[in-house]
C-alpha cells in the first residue's frame, strides 16, 4: 500500500461527505447555522489524538492499531478490552454508513426511500463493498485513491456552485442560533447539535490499522494521519457551509417543517436529473467510507484473532497471501453489519442511535489508547519511533484525554426527558452493555492469556 492509498484509506474512512450529509438535517434542527462551529471544536481535539497515535505507530506498527498499541502500552487485560470495544464500534460504525447512504440509494434507484427500501439499500452497499475488499489490497488501494478524488472534488464541485449561484444567506447565520434551543441557554443545543462534529473526526487511525501492508509505516502513517485530520475537516466544513448558506428557511428546519433539508437543497440548486448525479457523487462517498472501515475492521479483527484472543480465531486468524487480506474477518465485516441493518428495523429513529452509539465506541477505544499513553508515559516511557512529540508530549496526552471524556459525556448525555428511560439513555446502556458482554467473556473465558505476543513492554522496559 502506497503513501497517498494509505491515506486516502483514512480518508474515504473519516469520508467529509458521509459524516455532513447524514448528520446536516439533524444538526441544523437541533442547533440552527452556528452548529457548523463543532467542526472546528472536534477537528482540534481529535487532531491532538492523532498526534499521540503517530507517536504510537511510529514505535508500534502493527496491524489492528488500537489493539497491538494498548497491548504494548499497558497489558493483556487492557488490550483485550480496548480491542473488544473498537471491535464492536467499527462493526457498528459499518452499518450506520450503510444505512445512511440507504435513502440516497432508493432515491437513485427511483423508490421511496421507505424503512424496508433504506434497510435493502444499505444491505446492497454492504454487499458491493466487501466484494471490493476480497479482490485484495492493490484493488482495495486504488478504489480507495479513486475514492478519494471522486469525494474531493464532487464536495468542491458541488459545495462551489451552492456558493456561487445559490447562496442565500452571509456569513452571519453562522453565529445566529434562529431559536434553536429555546430561549435559555444555547449551549445546550449546541452540544446536541454536535454530533455531527463528533461523527466527522475518526477514521484517520484506518491509517495505522494497514501498517503491515504500508512500506516505512514509522514515517508514512504518523504523517497520512495528521493529513486526514486537516484536509478532511477543511472539506467537511466547506461542504456544510455551502449547504448552510443556501437552506432557503432555518426555521422550517428547526421546527421540523423542512425534514430534509439536504435533498431540498441540492434539488432547488441542480434540478431533479442534475441532483441525481450529485447523488451518484455522493454514494461512491459513502461506498469508499464503507470499503475503508470494512478493511480497517478486519484487519484489527485479524490481529485480536492472530494472538487468539477471539471465539473462531483459527479462521479469523487466516491470511490470504496472494490478495493479502484475511478473509473471514472480512466476513465477519460484511455479515455483523447487516444484522445490525436489519434488527434498525425494530427502532424509531434508528439511524441517530446507531451513529450515537457507533461514536461513542469509537471514542472509547481511543481513550482507553490515549489513557493508556498517558499512564505509560507517567511510569517513564518516551516514545522513540520516528514521529515524537518531544516534550509537548505528556501535555497534548492529558489534552487529548480531557477532550476525548468530555466528548463521550456530551454523547450520552439524556436529552430527551419526554422519552421512555431506555430510550432516553439508550446510548449509555449500550455501551455498558458491550462493555459487560466483553469483561463477562474476559473473566471467564481469560482470552488475554492465549498468546505470547509482547504485552506491557513500553513500561517494562523503562523499569529494566
Not at 358 to 372: H, N, R, S
Request: glycine share 10%.
Amino acid at each position: 500500500m502506497s503513501p497517498w492509498a494509505n491515506f486516502s484509506l483514512g480518508f474515504t474512512y473519516l469520508s467529509p461527505v458521509v459524516s455532513t450529509y447524514t448528520l446536516f438535517g439533524t444538526a441544523l434542527a437541533l442547533g440552527g447555522p452556528p452548529m457548523i462551529w463543532s467542526f472546528v471544536v472536534a477537528g482540534v481535539g481529535q487532531f491532538l489524538v492523532a498526534l499521540v497515535f503517530g507517536e504510537l505507530v511510529a514505535q508500534y506498527p502493527v496491524a489492528g492499531g488500537v489493539y497491538p498499541w494498548a497491548r504494548r502500552l499497558w497489558g493483556k487485560r487492557w488490550a483485550w478490552m480496548t480491542g473488544w470495544v473498537y471491535m464492536i464500534a467499527l462493526l457498528v460504525t459499518i452499518a450506520s454508513v450503510s444505512y445512511g447512504a440507504g435513502p440516497y440509494l432508493a432515491t437513485l434507484l427511483g423508490y421511496t426511500a421507505t424503512v424496508g427500501n433504506t434497510v435493502l439499500c444499505a444491505i446492497a452497499i454492504i454487499v458491493v463493498s466487501t466484494l471490493i475488499n476480497y479482490a485484495g489490497t492493490k484493488v482495495l488501494s486504488w478504489a480507495a485513491i479513486f475514492g478519494f478524488a471522486a469525494e474531493i472534488v464532487g464536495a468542491l464541485a458541488v459545495g462551489i456552485w451552492l456558493l456561487v449561484d445559490n447562496r442565500i444567506h452571509g456569513l452571519g447565520v453562522l453565529f445566529d442560533s434562529f431559536g434553536a434551543g429555546g430561549s435559555g441557554s444555547y449551549l445546550p443545543a449546541f452540544f446536541a447539535a454536535g454530533i455531527i462534529g463528533l461523527y466527522q473526526y475518526y477514521g484517520f487511525e484506518a491509517c495505522g490499522d494497514t501498517a503491515e501492508e504500508v512500506k516505512d509505516p514509522g514515517r508514512v502513517i504518523p504523517k497520512a494521519m495528521r493529513r486526514t485530520i486537516y484536509i478532511g475537516g477543511a472539506a467537511a466544513t466547506f461542504a456544510c457551509l455551502s449547504l448552510l448558506l443556501a437552506v432557503p428557511d432555518f426555521g422550517k428546519v428547526i421546527s421540523g417543517e423542512d425534514a430534509d433539508p439536504v435533498t431540498n437543497v441540492l434539488t432547488g440548486a441542480f434540478g431533479p436529473v442534475g441532483y441525481k448525479i450529485v447523488i451518484a457523487v455522493v454514494l461512491i462517498s459513502f461506498l469508499s467510507c464503507t470499503m475503508s472501515l470494512q478493511a480497517a475492521a478486519s484487519r484489527l479483527t485479524y490481529s485480536y484473532a492472530r494472538d487468539k484472543m477471539l471465539f473462531g480465531h483459527k479462521a479469523l486468524a487466516k491470511f490470504n497471501q496472494k490478495r493479502h487480506i484475511p478473509p473471514y474477518a472480512l466476513a465477519l465485516a460484511g455479515l455483523i453489519p447487516v444484522v445490525i441493518v436489519f434488527a434498525s428495523m425494530l427502532s424509531t429513529n434508528a439511524l441517530d442511535k446507531i451513529v450515537s452509539f457507533a461514536t461513542l465506541g469509537i471514542y472509547l477505544g481511543f481513550q482507553m489508547v490515549v489513557f493508556a499513553a498517558l499512564r505509560a508515559r507517567l511510569k517513564g516511557w518516551t516514545p522513540s519511533g520516528e514521529f515524537t512529540l518531544g516534550r509537548w508530549g505528556l501535555v497534548i496526552n492529558v489534552l487529548a484525554l480531557a477532550y476525548g471524556v468530555a466528548a463521550m459525556v456530551n454523547m450520552v448525555w439524556p436529552r430527551t426527558p419526554d422519552a421512555p428511560w431506555y430510550d432516553n439513555y439508550v446510548v449509555i446502556l449500550s455501551g455498558a452493555l458491550v462493555v459487560g458482554i466483553g469483561l463477562v467473556y474476559m473473566l471467564i473465558a481469560k482470552p488475554f492469556g492465549n498468546s505470547d505476543a509482547p504485552a506491557g513492554d513500553a513500561v517494562s522496559s523503562v523499569r529494566a
